[in-house]
């Protein structure tokens, strides 16, 4: 599977959107983009994925460049409760392993 | 039910013990996981198991040994750990169609190694 690279950490206002970025630069054309997000003392939630499109739902959007080697995770109006560990992960359609890289550590603040 | 149980959620053990660790869903799911994660750091994939067999073995010590007895239960019993196993582990689930990148995460067990 391709690496990914995220920034450590990031700090965004509450209310404000939150905006994630992953870079992925070698990720192939079978190859999805996933987030999930893991909140302190949880397991890691599943967020969204997407292979070129963009998408879109209840959580979050998932914008995907044209050229696949970078997306951007949006959460549009960012809470306390969306403080966590997000990860962004590229898996080769119908392989078994899911393999979490480092994550970036996005606080929200008040 | 979109639930993947975990018991027991905290484990303190000896290094001589022997202990298991359990992990149930019923969302039919054919693909079970069971992730460690140590502090502060991702999780890190230690088993696969496809329609109840082991598929992906993570090159994990002996002393961790996974179960699959039907396609709702998962088991990981544990014999002669050493305190660096101290750790928090976790069951995944996910369908075989995809998105099979689609997980379902239980809340975890956390396990201390005395």
């Known amino acids: 599977d391709a690496k990914t690279t995220q920034p450590t950490s990031m700090d965004c206002a509450e209310g404000r959107a939150a905006n994630l970025p992953c870079n992925h630069s070698t990720i192939s054309g079978n190859e999805y983009v996933y987030w999930y997000r893991q909140i302190h003392s949880q397991g890691p939630q599943y967020i969204i994925h997407?292979?070129?499109n963009n998408e879109t739902n209840e959580m979050a959007s998932l914008i995907i460049t044209e050229d696949r080697k970078s997306s951007t995770l949006i959460l549009p109006h960012a809470t306390l409760r969306d403080t966590a560990v997000y990860y962004c992960i590229v898996r080769v359609e119908g392989a078994q392993k899911l393999v979490f890289g480092q994550g970036t550590r996005l606080t929200i603040n008040p | 039910d979109t639930e993947v149980t975990q018991t027991p959620k905290h484990l303190v053990m000896g290094m001589t013990n022997k202990k298991s660790l359990k992990c149930e869903q019923h969302m039919g799911h054919r693909a079970m996981y069971w992730y460690k994660q140590k502090a502060k750091k991702p999780p890190e994939l230690m088993f696969v198991?496809?329609?109840?067999?082991?598929?992906i073995n993570e090159s994990v010590p002996s002393r961790f040994s996974p179960e699959c007895p039907n396609s709702s239960l998962l088991n990981l019993h544990l014999h002669a750990l050493q305190p660096e196993d101290s750790a928090l582990y976790l069951c995944?689930?996910?369908?075989?169609?995809?998105?099979?990148?689609?997980?379902?995460f239980g809340s975890g067990t956390q396990l201390s190694v005395l």
């Open positions: 995944a689930s996910s369908p075989m169609t995809e998105p099979r990148g689609k997980l379902f």
């Open positions: 198991y496809s329609y109840e067999k082991l598929s």
């Open positions: 997407g292979l070129k």
